[in-house]
């Protein structure tokens, strides 16, 4: 019987699994991906959301990468990991030996995204929002919730898609201080900075909820308008059957379950138990070598297992929409011109390794 390993979500890391399918067939498994539509890159997002970047610079069709791989197009809904078998929304069933999800994160169920903001996951979502606006020509008053780094990079985005389109800024930003929590001192002053010289009205409150048309901050007080984007925080996404919290699965070195040596989980729905994480796609991309090796073992019924131990320190590169790039590594930050052309090459270089 030719053992099969199902690959739930187009995730990063399993982008890196489709483009090495080969090595999956070469070591007689059959590869099965369940996924509903194409791969859009997150670090892509934001220039595309501005208007820098065409939608196609984010995306990539896990199809297109065309190796020995079964593809289901269809979500899963659950999992039973004693039947050994997936539930997809479309009603079909399939069995697996070898289960690997990558299947994201989506923002926490917040009132105010019950009310009608739109949240920043999926990234699709900022497509759709930059369409709207174009056809508006700009002109529509806009808010941002939230005051990380995806809050206040999609904040400027949105001044950046207005001055291209040559309508006046009128983007909100509602986020209490201090502004990205967690990053140094010095990178917190430097969005401050890039907020205010691109005309960000910054409301140092939370966006609770949208009622008639309005914002409603946590002071109670109302804010027309048009258009909120929640970048309120990630929790991990799975399909039913597991019991895990908003932080993910919990894996352990070799990113199997706890509970199951031959369930596997990357990538932000992941919660690696022996060194813990935020949510970014770095993790889940480079996680994908020891990822592929481990499931090729595990397919083969192999007990050898190689260990991923994700980087301490990582470089984190904010697009501020006006040329220039905020750049933070562990302690340090640095805004830059040559930081925005290092975020674009490394995000290029990234899409075009799966596109056709
Ligand atoms: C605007 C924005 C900008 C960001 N910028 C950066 C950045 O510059 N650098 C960085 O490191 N991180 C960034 N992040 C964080 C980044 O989005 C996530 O960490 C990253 O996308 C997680 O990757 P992943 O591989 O775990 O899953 P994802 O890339 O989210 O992929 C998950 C896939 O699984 C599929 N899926 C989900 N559920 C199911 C299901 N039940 N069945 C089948 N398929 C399913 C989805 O359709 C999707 O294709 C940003 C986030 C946002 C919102």
New binding site residues.
């Given amino acids: 019987m030719v053992r099969r390993v199902v690959l739930?979500?187009?995730?990063?890391?399993h982008m890196e699994a489709l483009r090495q399918a080969n090595r999956f067939e070469a070591a007689g498994l059959t590869l099965i991906l369940?996924?509903?539509?194409a791969?859009?890159y997150?670090?892509a997002?934001?220039g595309m959301l501005s208007g820098a970047l065409d939608p196609s610079d984010a995306t990539a069709d896990p199809v297109a990468l065309a190796g020995p791989v079964e593809r289901l197009e269809a979500?899963?809904?659950r999992v039973d990991p004693g039947a050994r078998r997936v539930t997809l929304d479309d009603g079909r069933s399939v069995a697996f030996d070898v289960l690997s999800l990558?299947?994201?994160?989506a923002l926490a169920d917040t009132g105010l995204v019950r009310s009608g903001a739109v949240p920043?996951?999926?990234?699709s979502n900022?497509a759709e929002v930059r369409a709207r606006i174009e056809a508006a020509g700009g002109e529509l008053r806009l808010a941002v919730a939230g005051g990380g780094a995806?809050g206040v990079?999609?904040a400027l985005s949105l001044t950046s898609l207005q001055r291209r389109l040559g309508a006046d800024v009128t983007v909100t930003l509602f986020a209490p201080l201090p502004l990205l929590p967690g990053w140094p001192d010095r990178a917190a002053d430097r969005a401050a900075r890039a907020l205010k010289q691109a005309g960000v009205r910054h409301v140092a409150r939370r966006a609770e909820t949208i009622r008639d048309g309005a914002v409603i901050d946590d002071a109670r007080e109302a804010h027309s308008l048009d258009l909120i984007i929640a970048?309120t925080g990630l929790t991990a996404?799975l399909?039913g059957g597991f019991d895990a919290g908003p932080e993910g699965l919990p894996v352990g070195a070799d990113l199997a379950w706890l509970n199951d040596p031959d369930i596997f989980a990357?990538?932000?729905?992941a919660h690696m138990t022996h060194a813990p994480r935020p949510?970014?796609?770095?993790f889940?991309v480079r996680a994908a070598p020891v990822l592929i090796e481990n499931l090729i073992a595990a397919g083969r019924g192999e007990g050898r297992r190689r260990r991923y131990e994700p980087q301490s320190r990582w470089l984190?590169?904010m697009d501020l929409g006006d040329g220039t790039a905020l750049g933070r590594y562990g302690g340090l930050a640095h805004r830059s011109g040559a930081a925005l052309a290092l975020k674009r090459w490394i995000d290029a270089r990234f899409v075009r390794r799966y596109q056709p």
């Fill in positions: 739930i979500g187009a995730g990063h890391a369940i996924d509903p539509g791969f859009w997150s670090g997002a934001t979500r899963a809904t990558n299947t994201g994160s920043v996951k999926p990234v900022l995806t990079e999609v970048a996404q399909p990357a990538g932000d729905c949510k970014l796609g770095v889940g984190s590169l």
